[in-house]
T-cell receptor
Framework: DGGITQSPKYLFRKEGQNVTLSCEQN?????MYWYRQDPGQGLRLIYY???????QKGDIAEGYSVSREKKESFPLTVTSAQKNPTAFYLC?????????????FGPGTRLTVL | DQQVKQNSPSLSVQEGRISILNCDYT??????FLWYKKYPAEGPTFLIS?????DKNEDGRFTVFLNKSAKHLSLHIVPSQPGDSAVYFC???????????FGQGTRLTINP
């Protein structure tokens, strides 16, 4: 069964702690993306990666970091520098950077910082 | 600065009737538009798209209309079914820009 896995579904952290959100895909897609969704707002792009060992900042990258050491994995770290980390985080992938308009999404992780 | 806006947070429609979801955009450079559908606890899934060279694209019960002069697109669902109850996001892009810009979403509820 091909798809995108995000774990856990719900995550709680104390303020000031870094936290890493997992995103794994077995679709053999080159490109991967991280979005954040807040109530009343659309999905906003945090970071994206066109290929292994490469990534670029999206519109709201401050306070976040990523790595792309393996094709199937694109973890997102929410650092203590992120002022409002509580949100719903979605990971997506596409066959390649050229097909970025055909993204497949994971189920999301809801992060709550207490 | 919200470049893609869905001004109706929610919409309720009777089963069998037409559902019309609206989306406005401000960036005249956008040349490709998409609609995604999202069920609770799942990620968004692609529904239908349209290029700016067209003003209509149809796929079964779903039709997207694009009015470039008004910078407006709409998604029509006919006839509406209970399984259509979901949140619908419109998205736009400039081809080659490597990213999609999403609207806030509209929650559609189909009543039996």
């Amino acid at each position: 069964d091909g798809g995108i896995t995000q774990s856990p579904k719900y995550l709680f952290r104390k303020e000031g702690q870094n936290v890493t959100l997992s995103c794994e895909q077995n679709l053999n897609h080159d490109a991967m993306y991280w979005y954040r969704q807040d109530p009343g707002q659309g999905l906003r792009l945090i970071y994206y990666s066109q290929i292994v060992n490469d990534f670029q900042k999206g519109d709201i990258a401050e306070g976040y970091s990523v790595s792309r050491e393996k094709k199937e994995s694109f973890p997102l770290t929410v650092t203590s520098a992120q002022k409002n980390p509580t949100a719903f985080y979605l990971c997506a992938s596409s066959i390649s950077a050229a097909t970025y308009n055909e993204q497949f999404f994971g189920p999301g992780t809801r992060l709550t910082v207490l | 600065d919200q470049q893609v806006k869905q001004n109706s947070p929610s919409l309720s429609v009777q089963e069998g009737r037409i559902s019309i979801l609206n989306c406005d955009y401000t960036n005249s450079m956008f040349d490709y538009f998409l609609w995604y559908k999202k069920y609770p606890a799942e990620g968004p899934t692609f529904l239908i798209s349209i290029s700016s060279i067209k003003d209509k694209n149809e796929d079964g019960r779903f039709t997207v209309f694009l009015n470039k002069s008004a910078k407006h697109l709409s998604l029509h669902i006919v006839p509406s079914q209970p399984g259509d109850s979901a949140v619908y996001f419109c998205a736009a892009t400039v081809q080659g820009a490597q990213k999609l810009v999403f609207g806030q979403g509209t929650r559609l509820t189909i009543n039996p």
